[in-house]
């Protein structure tokens, strides 16, 4: 019997991939006396005039954007008296967004929301991100904004009352492109570097403004990660790239959880159709140029249905890999394989010979 509905919520996830890749959610936790707890304001006309000047400046900000505007902004205001981001973080826990800014957050502050962040990305697999201000947090989810003394008119502002801006880009820049040299034509002016300490601060895992003469644009759009692995290359650096494995990883995981855990025997033959559902999955986003064609496979994972196996106290020892894939492994579906994501140009050599 064939997984009619399986196959159907994928493709749709596919076929709906660089729609919803456009516009992601900006969440912003802010501190105001008024409209404590959780607000959504989708457009400027939303915001309430009885904010504080400085939050409202925040929020318009983050719905600025990049190519296209965030979907919707996500703030959650606490009161003016709160000496933490307790309630926020609970709330957040539950509630879907893509980019997290907190405006003004101390460096103190950051570090904690730092650990958060990579608690939600690893223990409880919700694949979001967060823009802070001068956090050298080596993690692909954490964007280290790094450029201080941002001059826009009269004013001048610190990275950490800027991450705002730089959240609401991320989120409104499709998945097809990367923010690389994206332009912010309000800022005036920011601290000029030379190329080489540019390389440096890149490489260290920040992302940077730069003027190049004409304008003020973002210097290459990386996350704070620096420490690769044989598990995070480093293609776990771009932004682009990451935003892509996680629009992968959450339709992958909400289309099994919704369609298959619980509603179907959890045979070797049923798995095998989840398999082809996924890989046509794949063969979607190919088509939409978001994966290389023909480099993207998934299977039953031998080694680690292997390791549960002998966990539950089968002996594993004389069974062959196809003796593996087929055992009983109760409610454990243990997938893997490579993906290959399309990434943007950013780095062209033109060599002309006259």
């Not at 082809?276 to 039953?300: C, F, H, M, P, W």
Request: with cysteine; hydrophobic share 40%; glycine share 6%.
């Amino acid at each position: 019997m064939p997984l009619p509905k399986i196959n159907i919520l994928f493709q749709e996830a596919a076929n709906t991939a660089i729609l919803r890749g456009e516009r992601g959610i900006v969440a912003l936790i802010l501190k105001d006396s008024v409209h404590n707890g959780a607000n959504v304001y989708e457009t400027s006309s939303d915001i309430p005039a009885d904010l504080s000047t400085a939050n409202k400046e925040q929020l318009q900000l983050a719905l600025t954007g990049g190519v296209n505007p965030p979907l919707k902004l996500l703030v959650y205001i606490l009161p003016t008296t709160a000496e933490n981001y307790t309630d926020a973080q609970t709330y957040l826990e539950g509630s879907q967004w893509n980019y997290l800014a907190v405006p003004g957050i101390s460096s103190a502050d950051a570090a904690s929301m730092a650990t958060w962040l990579k608690g939600l990305r690893g223990t409880q697999n919700l694949r979001v991100k967060v823009v802070l201000p001068n956090a050298a947090a080596d993690h692909e989810g954490i964007i280290n904004f790094a450029t201080d003394s941002i001059v826009i008119g009269g004013s001048t502002y610190s990275a950490a009352n800027y991450c705002s801006r730089i959240a609401g880009i991320l989120a409104g820049n499709p998945l097809s492109i990367s923010s690389t040299f994206q332009v912010l034509s309000e800022v005036d002016d920011v601290p000029h570097l030379t190329n080489s300490q540019f390389d440096t601060a890149i490489d260290a895992g920040k992302l940077m403004l730069m003027n190049d003469g004409e304008k003020v644009k973002i210097a290459r759009a990386v996350n704070s990660l620096t420490t690769t692995t044989a598990d995070k290359g480093a293609a776990f650096k771009k932004i682009k790239l990451v935003d892509i494995m996680d629009m992968i990883y959450a339709d992958i995981k909400k289309t099994t959880n919704d369609a298959y855990i619980g509603k179907l025997p959890n045979t070797y033959d049923n798995k095998c159709l989840l398999i082809t559902a996924i890989r046509a999955y794949y063969e979607s986003l190919e088509n939409q140029q978001l994966l290389d064609r023909g480099k993207n496979s998934v299977d039953i994972d031998i080694a680690a249905q292997k390791t549960y196996l002998q966990s539950v106290g089968v002996d594993t020892s004389t069974m062959t890999d196809q003796q593996i894939k087929e055992a009983n492994t109760g409610d454990k579906i243990f997938l893997s394989g490579p993906i290959k994501i399309v990434d943007a140009i950013e780095d062209f050599e033109l060599k002309i010979s006259i």
